[in-house]
């Protein structure tokens, strides 16, 4: 039985050198010169598991929980400005068609989402530590109320499922390192969210999701280009998913939406795009996307939160 | 115009000639200017008793020009107890404008209980073409610091102190084609007070498509604008409060070099992002000054008719009567308030043109009076 935790912590211990140590390298390639792709599938070769690698080393168990639509954050409820978008760009002219519309929405949303909470992301990765202050940067960095409410929203969710769910498994059971660092930083944070009474002006912690992602991610073992890439493909899952319900398309033109090379390019591209990106230089890209986030409050019937 | 700069003159003599300035200047050094770096300059205002607002620091250099004024405005109802004279501050820089490589610098410092108005009296910040010294460095990823050597860049921090307030409503950017700019605004409030001694702040940062009469529309290659608030307590800690960052950037720049026909074929990624707007911009509301303005806004926002309603009295056609904001609002403005964090009031507006964005805005700030009240008709000279 001793034995048997022993081999136990001694896996979780190699498997948590080899994601810091696959972080590091990652830094290390950014800190050196040209920028290389940033590959999501580093343990893939041609799709495939490499040889010899055991599923049960890679973080795919985790890369599942976490890229699960029943994964209980409430993302249903958002539609991330596209509810909106819709109804301030009513009527259609003629040469434009739903479809069309809907398609320049994802890109802006997409190219959004990835300049304002890729930085935090990876920046909450690579310091867990630092999440406190990381999680009032983006609160500070947020500009309207409707997108901060969804934001907190998914970002406490988030870190319930962690702690009611998935701690348990993934917690780190050793004392040093940075998934330790991080687990205590979660729980810290935690505490932090508790016992901070959440009146209007308020600048306590608030749990934003982006920085919660992060961290969460980092704790399950998940490297951080993968990090990104879950991160990407559910904020289009999530508008795609509304889209289906505000009857902008069916579900089968949504899943070929998220099935296409387009898609995935557009996400790699974000990806690189931000990988260096420090957290002060984050920022809205799309500015008409903060209006339509905000103005969400006046639709006359909303059928989502945001 | 020349009127009001004379009068602005940091030169003695014509200081003690001009009416309606009784600020006491300091006294300049004829070496002073050699303390400054170009471009850098440095502002404090102070009140000295029983209530006389002086400038105790004015250094400046090349390319920028700083001027001050205090004309006779004194508030008459503010919101706040014993409110002092506003000062007048203008940014200038030679030649009306921003060529590539030049950096401006302004640090301010708002002492207790003084009040300033920083305007920009040349009108628009015209961003002048980034010009190519290296074509063959454009097929490369550009680093930090060679991106900022070919870069305008515009720095303004301040600080202000309990009680006192700032009114910074300038002229927007106009970045021409193929520009690069970045702007900074930083400010800094005490973060040990509460309620009326808080310090407060307006500031309006707007960025248009560029030079309308020569067909630029959104043609430039990057404009940054980021404005942070940033608490202090009394042991000198730090605590960002609001950070507004917008990034225009033509990331398609970079993969296609600079090649006249490309150019002119391909659409501007910084159209299709700003669509339909010409214009963009954010207005930040902060401090018991502009407690009464946050709240009018907040309120006129809040009360837009619904989006997507139907106007069941009126027997317009379906289209017509999908409501967007017939009630004086300007149909071609698209704004939203949000009482954010910490009490701060954030403004985000898109509009057609410059000109319907300033009468919008002018006429709002105008109705609610505020502004006029506490800093005199002047502080909305670019509006």
Known sequence: MNQKTNIQDITKEISDLESRLQDAKARLAAANGPKEKHDPWPHMQNGYLEKGKDILSTPIHALLLLSDSALPLGSFAYSNGLESFLAHNKPLTRSITPLASFRRFLKLSIASIASTSLPYILAAYRHPEQLETLDNDMDASTPCIVAQRASVAQGRALLSVWERSFRWTYASKSDDGITATACKSLDAFSDGIKSTIGTADDIGPKGHFPVLWGVVCLVMGVDIQQVAYIFMVNHAKAVLSAAVRASVMGPYQAQSFLASKELQDMIMERIDREWDTDVTDAGQVVPPLDLWVGRHELLYSRIFNS | ?383
């Not at chain 2, 015209?126 to 550009?142: D, M």
């Not at chain 2, 430039?220 to 000198?236: A, D, I, P």
Request: net charge negative.
């Open chain 2, 1 to 383: 115009m020349p009127e009001l700069l004379s009068n602005s003159s940091s030169s003695p003599s014509l200081q003690a000639s001009a009416a309606d300035d009784t600020s006491n200047m300091p006294i300049k050094s004829p070496f002073e200017s050699s303390i400054a770096k170009p471009g850098h300059g440095e502002v404090t205002l102070s009140l000295l008793p029983p209530s006389i607002p002086t400038l105790t620091t004015l250094t400046y250099k090349y390319p920028l020009k700083l001027l001050t004024r205090t004309p006779g405005f004194v508030p008459q109802h503010s919101a706040v107890s014993a409110p002092s004279r506003p000062v007048h501050l203008y940014l200038l820089t030679y030649g009306g404008g921003l060529l590539p490589g030049d950096h401006i610098d302004v640090s301010v410092t708002l002492n207790p209980k003084t009040r300033m108005v920083v305007s920009t009296p040349q009108g628009s910040t015209k961003i002048f073409k980034t010009t190519e010294t290296n074509a063959n460095e454009k097929h490369h990823r550009s680093t930090r610091a060679h991106e900022l050597s070919d870069m305008s860049q515009q720095k303004l921090s301040v600080q202000i102190g309990s009680e006192a307030a700032l009114c910074y409503l300038p002229d927007p950017s106009v970045p021409f084609k193929d520009s690069r700019y970045e702007q900074i605004q930083t400010f800094t409030l005490d973060g040990a007070t509460e309620g009326d001694e808080r310090s407060s702040l307006c500031v309006l940062d707007w960025v248009t498509q560029g030079r309308t009469s020569r067909g630029e529309n959104w043609d430039f290659e990057l404009w940054r604008g980021k404005n942070e608030v940033w608490s202090r307590n009394k042991m000198g800690e730090k605590k960002l409060l609001l950070r507004d960052s917008v990034i225009l950037h033509d990331e398609a720049h970079e993969i296609y070099p600079e090649d006249g026909q490309q150019d002119a074929a391909r659409l501007s990624e910084i159209r299709e992002r700003t669509y339909p707007h010409g214009v963009v911009g954010t207005l930040i509301l902060y401090g018991p000054v502009f407690d009464q303005l946050s709240s009018f806004l907040m309120h006129r926002f809040t009360s837009q008719p619904r989006i997507g309603d139907r106007n069941w009295s009126s027997s317009a056609t379906p289209a017509e009567s999908l409501v967007d904001s017939p009630s004086g609002d300007s149909q071609n403005v698209t704004w939203s308030a949000s009482r954010v964090r910490a009490g701060f009031v954030l403004v985000k507006f898109g509009a057609e043109d410059f000109e319907t964005a300033k009468h919008w805005l002018g006429d709002l700030l105008r109705e609610e009076g505020s502004v006029v009240r506490e800093f005199g008709e002047e502080a909305l000279f670019s509006l």
